[in-house]
């Protein structure tokens, strides 16, 4: 278990103003330069959870070197947030507070004193009271009020013993992390690593489940690696060496460079004991930008833990503010500064904080924009019907990690061009100089079969031809004319039938007006709001309708995406 919320002050660096972390997350990231104590805030919630786990005996002596500038003067301090326990005594409590804060601080000679701060005697007089007679059965009757509030705040002592002893014990990952084989036991740092993924493959009777999580470690270590199916990973108990087959040959893991040392010493450690929550400092270390990126994903998405990282990468910190909007759910962001009066911090909330966080860093924006690769769209609706066929097809690769989008704003696409030379025309703003791994795609526009394409299009269409680049003018008027009928009509018909139909070459907004208005509906505009509309209309997209060059399209901007990212072909 895992407290909601937990503030640090006056441990090692970090000073009176405190490290807030906000609202704790499946992956909590830290950022700052070198030196402003993103380890310490690590090592102070463990510190912390100590504490919390000795509230019982009221003791806990802080080591001299961990107090804030070693003055005893500024006692180490926590502001801890907790849910209510699940038991009936605070059933009654759970309906008015969804949480209890409580400040614990660590005095000089080793006590524990405490307090809460959620319940205010004053002014929830009228909740003491009716929570007495609840979990008492009478009204305070001759009761005087300080008998009732005492008898709360045993109550919340209650509420934070229990809740204390079910924490989890923070696992630290250090950033030096080296396979080596020693005489002693597997340390989380990579010593005898070898030794426990043999026993992870060759379990044991009673824990069989433990090759289960080699298989998950040895199947992510393929695929990140864009090896092939049938590759794996050797290991023995006789030989101190992990030997990766792939394609026929055996090659010990040292041939494949540091990076992969460091990816097979992550995985292993963090999928060897799941449930927990851990402390990993730098995992960028060793990591190409895309490897990154995969790791964090793969902690979300596949592991049952839940993080605190620090980072300097700017890939990592870019995460939860590029592609699939999810992630900002999952992820929390917390700039740490240190400007010579301690450490400080504060959760990284909206675009102009996170560009504020990266100025700080020393990141420039270019170490930001150069995605692994780029698909231009006209607007926002386009890259929603893209990513829902991207998803159905193939959901290894994900926005933000794989691929970026950029919006080219329709006519204004007249002043672009796709040059892979020098040979560029005055006047126009070349699309490689962004990133040379791209896709555009293009709205015909057409009415009709043999309209003709807008010049500036077919510009483009044979420069993308000369240059290399995948280039998709719509087979229909646009993009929307690959969306089946279907589910347009199941998206708005509610309790009426709707007979929606759109031709290749039909305008969607027209026809869907035309359909909802027969049909005794509200007539709906798709023109008046296309990104709201576009995303209720892909929860009804399925693969058994793929109109005109959909399929072959697909198929080709897949295969761009998965050669950018060095991954296999499917």
């Known amino acids: 278990m895992l407290p909601n919320q937990l503030k640090i002050y006056n441990f090692r660096s970090i000073g009176p103003e405190g490290v807030d972390l906000g609202k704790l997350k499946k992956a909590n990231i830290i950022i700052g330069r070198n030196n402003s104590g993103k380890s310490n805030v690590i090592r102070g919630w463990s510190t912390a959870i100590d504490v919390l786990k000795r509230l019982a005996g009221h003791r806990y002596e802080i080591d001299p070197l961990d107090r804030y500038r070693r003055d005893s003067k500024h006692p180490f301090r926590i502001v801890v947030d907790f849910s209510p326990p699940e038991i009936d005594t605070y059933k009654y409590f759970k309906q008015y507070f969804d949480t209890m804060t409580f400040d614990i601080t660590v005095h000089e000679n080793g006590d524990i004193k405490w307090e809460q701060t959620t319940l205010d005697p004053k002014r929830d007089k009228d909740f003491i009271e009716s929570w007495w007679k609840v979990n008492h059965g009478f009204t305070s009757g001759m009761l005087y009020p300080d008998q009732m509030i005492r008898d709360m705040m045993e109550r919340a002592r209650e509420y934070l013993l229990i809740r204390s002893q079910d924490l989890s014990r923070i696992i630290v990952i250090p950033e030096f992390r080296q396979i ?89 450690a963090v999928l060897s004991s799941e449930g927990n929550l851990y402390g990993i400092e730098e995992p960028e270390i060793h990591l190409h930008s895309n ?44 700039s740490l500064i240190n400007e010579g009066d301690g450490s400080k911090g504060r959760p990284i909330v909206g675009s102009q904080a996170v560009l504020d966080a990266i100025n700080d860093i020393g990141v420039s924006a270019s170490d930001l924009l150069q995605s692994t690769g780029i698909i231009w769209v006209e607007g926002p609706s386009d890259r929603v019907y893209l990513n829902k066929w991207i998803s159905l097809r193939d959901a290894e690769i994900i926005e933000g990690i794989h691929y970026h989008f950029m919006y080219y704003g329709g006519r204004l696409l007249s002043h672009y061009q796709i040059s892979a030379d020098d040979g560029e025309l005055e006047g126009l703003i070349n699309l490689l100089r962004i990133n040379r791994n791209s896709i555009i795609i293009i709205d015909s526009d057409k009415d009709k079969f043999d309209s003709v394409i807008l010049n500036f299009k077919t510009r483009i269409l044979e420069q993308a031809e000369i240059s290399g680049i995948t280039c998709w003018i719509t087979a229909g008027r646009e993009i929307e004319n690959y969306v089946h009928n279907d589910a347009i009509n199941k998206t708005f018909q509610g309790s009426k039938v709707l007979d929606y139909q759109l031709g290749q070459f ?65």
């Not at 049952?304 to 909007?325: A, C, K, V």
Request: aromatic share 8%; no cysteine; glycine share 4%.
């Open 180 to 268: 080596r084989d020693t005489a002693g036991e597997y340390k989380i740092n990579g010593e005898n690593l070898v030794l426990t993924l043999a026993r992870l493959k060759n379990p044991v009777i009673g824990k069989d489940d433990d090759i289960l999580k080699f298989r998950k470690i040895e199947s992510f270590f393929k695929r990140l690696l864009s090896l092939s199916d049938d590759a794996h990973i050797e290991v023995s108990t006789e030989n101190p060496t992990i030997i990766v087959e792939n394609k026929g040959i055996r090659l010990p893991i040292d041939y494949y460079g540091t990076g992969v040392h460091q990816l097979i010493i992550l995985l292993t």
């Open 291 to 334: 490897l990154q990126k995969s790791f964090i994903d793969f902690l979300i998405k596949e592991t049952n833990n839940n993080y605190i990282i620090t980072t300097h990468s700017p890939s990592i910190i870019n995460m939860p503010f590029t592609g699939n909007s999810p992630l900002q759910e999952l992820i929390s962001l917390t």
């Open 506 to 570: 039909e305008k969607i907004d027209e026809k869907l007006a035309e359909a909802t208005s027969n049909a005794g509906l509200r007539e709906r505009h798709y023109e008046s709001d296309k990104v709201k509309y576009s995303r209720r209309i892909v929860d009804h997209i399925t693969l058994d309708h793929a109109p005109y060059d959909l399929s072959s399209r697909m198929q080709s901007l897949i295969a761009s995406i998965r050669r950018w990212n060095s991954l296999p072909t499917k």
